[in-house]
């Protein structure tokens, strides 16, 4: 009597007691599993059941269970597919060893599998090579010596070689040689050329591939969707890329770590930073671990999004995860926090780099040097420079040139200003305009007109054309020269803006009506463009307040605040009333006080009750390349005035003051007014 039998996970073996004519087949009683997340970077999950036709019947028959240490037990283990398995893996690993010639392969096949040859056999073969050229050889192999009854599933071990090699054409020279034969593809078929292409780093060809699917009448799985979402975004088309990711989340597919960076990286590119956020926590609620390039492409969305306190958290993150940060790591902590000009926390970044032995390139260094220039770090933008001329990956362009010379220049140091301009022509760069601006800058701090206007006139020389930001340079200096040199650098500005220089000659000439000024400087400030509006007011402020033209400053302010340039200047609450002149320069803060008094001195003769407090806001940054900014500015201001405000210590940059005194203070100078009338 023949037995079938079959092997399974639990300590039983079960046997039917009956006759068969057909061989002994193995089979497992373990429930098959299946399997809903596979990356298409890992191996296919086409496994080899369901070849023999056999296989189906068996399962149906009565089982007699056999004690699995029975020495028979052991005996038909042998003979067990399990063991044929086994030698066809060393078949593998031989093919593997062997140079991929034609000869030496059909040797090993033929010396090792004999006559008797299933398709399955094939399968567990190819599915363990790593050569595509051997790959090819032993499936023509087994199409010209088996039956072949799923011969899909040869092609797609075969398949996954290739993508093993990353060896895209000879992937679609298989899959036309399937076409030839009649050989109809399936959805491993696609996912496995679709996740070489993505090996490949080209997601167009993915998305071409998936495209093809609906021809062949071949519907996607979860798994090719959801890698579909990176393809597609990597190719620009966020839309379908959003749609994708919307369904995924509703019909739950298991998305890996790169496609849910691919999300966060469109978001961040569009704008969404909250999306990002959102979609990097949605990540980590479904157990997906981020991964580095992760943790990085988060950091470049918060630091587009000026959010250094995330991008300190995803720091603390990475971290606390095992990561070990990397230079794309540190490159975007720099990027970040530079943008938002956390100086401090960008130079220890640096630091950093520098100690680990990591260079920096020229974007990174002339980021750093730009900040250095927002900030006013004048002695860590030297160091900066010194360690870039000494780097042989890179080397100081015009961009750090322009940098150094800025900030040389703002903080008026001529001498280094101009070597550093020597340097850079001596370098082959020639200087531009945001060069010759920035010395213009720089002689206006120290008083030297006629450099000022030889600049100007070398900008004119060399044929560059004076931009706004020079005009706006000019303006600044112009509120820090003497009257009577004014009429140099009035003929600067007209030369960049008539309308703009002819106002204010007539403003210093004072020779001009209240109405008509205002009138002509609505039409000046309504014609620069928005990102220079802000600084041109606040100068012609500064040049009314230094000209003694109080009333003409107060008719700029209000021009301001009817075209936006100014909000908010003025807030009120049931305890506190604030006058509020962060983003002023002192001209106009001053100015913006004049009116305020103006306004709080109307009150009390309108019977207004005042509040309990009464606040100044300055703001508590000081000037970056001053010791004394806005606050000193008005404090000084305040004392001239007796005004009872003082610094408060628990609110840095407010002036404050009590309803009683106010009251007592507006009263007295509204009578010292009276007496002098």
């Known amino acids: ?6 092997f399974c996970s639990s300590p039983s073996i079960f046997f039917t007691q009956r006759t068969f004519t057909h061989p002994i087949i193995l089979q497992s009683r373990t429930p098959q599993l299946r399997i809903t997340q596979i990356s298409l970077q890992e191996s296919v999950s086409e496994v080899t059941h369901n070849l023999n036709p056999q296989f189906g019947a068996e399962k149906k028959k009565n089982y007699i269970w056999v004690n699995p240490k029975s020495p028979k037990a052991s005996h038909y283990k042998q003979k067990s597919y399990d063991s044929r398995y086994t030698s066809l893996i060393q078949v593998a690993e031989a093919l593997n060893s062997c140079s991929p010639v034609d000869e030496d392969i059909i040797n090993i096949l033929d010396s090792n599998l004999g006559f008797k040859l299933v398709e399955q056999d094939g399968v567990v073969i190819l ?15 087994f199409q010209d010596r088996c039956e072949l009854n799923r011969e899909v599933v040869l092609y797609n071990v075969t398949l996954k070689v ?71 975004g990597r190719v620009g088309n966020v839309e379908m890329a959003l749609r994708l990711y919307d369904r995924s989340r509703t019909e739950k597919w298991r998305l890996d770590a790169v496609t849910f960076t691919t999300v966060i990286k469109i978001y961040g590119m569009s704008g969404n930073f909250d999306g990002c956020l959102t979609v990097f926590e949605e ?66 970044v ?65 001498t280094e200003a101009e070597a550093m301009l020597k340097e850079m022509m001596e370098s082959g760069f020639g200087p531009n305009i945001y060069v010759l601006t920035s010395l213009i800058q720089c002689y206006g701090k120290s ?71 205002k009138s002509e400087a609505s039409e000046v400030i309504g014609d620069v463009g928005e990102d220079v509006k802000k600084a041109y007011c606040n100068c012609l402020i500064d040049l009314c307040i230094n000209l ?26 049931p305890t506190t009333w604030s006058l509020h002149l962060k983003s002023l320069s002192l001209g106009a803060a001053l100015t913006a006080l004049h009116i305020w008094i103006n306004d709080l001195t109307k009150a009390i003769e309108e019977g207004e009750e ?25 404090e000084a201001h305040l004392k001239e005035l007796n005004a009872p405000f003082h610094e408060a210590p628990e609110k840095a940059g407010w002036f404050l003051t009590t309803k009683v005194a106010a009251k007592s203070w507006l009263e007295a100078r509204r009578d010292d007014a009276a007496v002098t009338a």
């Open 283 to 348: 990540m980590k609620a479904l157990g997906v671990k981020p991964n580095l390039v992760c943790y990085n492409t988060l950091l470049d969305s918060m630091g587009r999004a000026k959010r250094p306190w995330e991008v300190k958290s995803i720091y603390q993150q990475i971290l606390t995860s095992g990561l070990t940060p990397g230079w794309a790591t540190y490159a975007a902590l720099i990027r970040a926090y530079a943008k938002a000009r956390y100086g401090d926390d960008a130079m220890n």
């Open 548 to 573: 003694d033209q109080l009333e003409k400053a107060c008719d700029l302010l209000g021009l301001g605040i009817n075209l936006d340039i100014y909000s908010d200047i003025q807030s009120k609450s």
């Open 127 to 141: 599915n363990n090579l790593l050569n595509a050229q051997t790959a090819r050889v032993v499936l023509k192999y």
């Open 162 to 232: 290739f993508r093993k090699n990353k060896d895209l054409n000879g992937a679609e020279k298989v899959f036309d040689e399937m076409l030839q034969r009649g050989v109809v593809p399936d959805n491993v078929t696609f996912s496995t050329i679709i996740g070489c292409s993505r090996m490949r780093s080209l997601p167009g060809k993915a998305v071409e591939w998936f495209e093809k699917m609906p021809a062949f009448e071949v519907q996607p799985d979860d798994v090719t969707y959801a890698v579909m979402i990176d393809c597609y």
């Open 610 to 634: 005042l509040p309990p407090l009464l606040g100044i806001n300055t703001g508590h940054g000081k000037h970056k390349y001053s010791d004394k900014g806005l606050a000193g500015g008005l």
């Open 1 to 6: 009597m023949a037995y079938t039998y079959g």
């Open 350 to 414: 640096y630091k950093e780099m520098r100690a680990k032995g990591m260079n920096l390139n020229n974007v990174l260094y002339n980021t750093l040097l730009s900040m250095c220039a927002d900030v006013g770090f004048v002695d860590e933008a030297v160091e900066i420079f010194e360690d870039m001329k000494t780097c042989t990956d890179c080397k100081p362009d015009s961009w750090t040139y322009s940098s150094m010379i800025t900030i040389f220049s703002c903080c008026g140091k001529i």
């Open 447 to 517: 008083n030297q007109t006629d450099d000022v206007v030889t600049t100007f006139d070398r900008i004119i020389d060399l044929g560059i054309t004076p931009d706004e930001r020079t005009c706006g340079c000019l303006l600044n200096v112009m509120t820090q020269t003497p009257r009577e040199e004014l009429g140099k650098l009035t003929r600067c500005v007209q030369i960049q803006n008539p309308k703009l220089g002819n106002l204010i000659k007539l403003l210093v000439e004072s020779n001009i009506e209240d109405e008509t000024f």
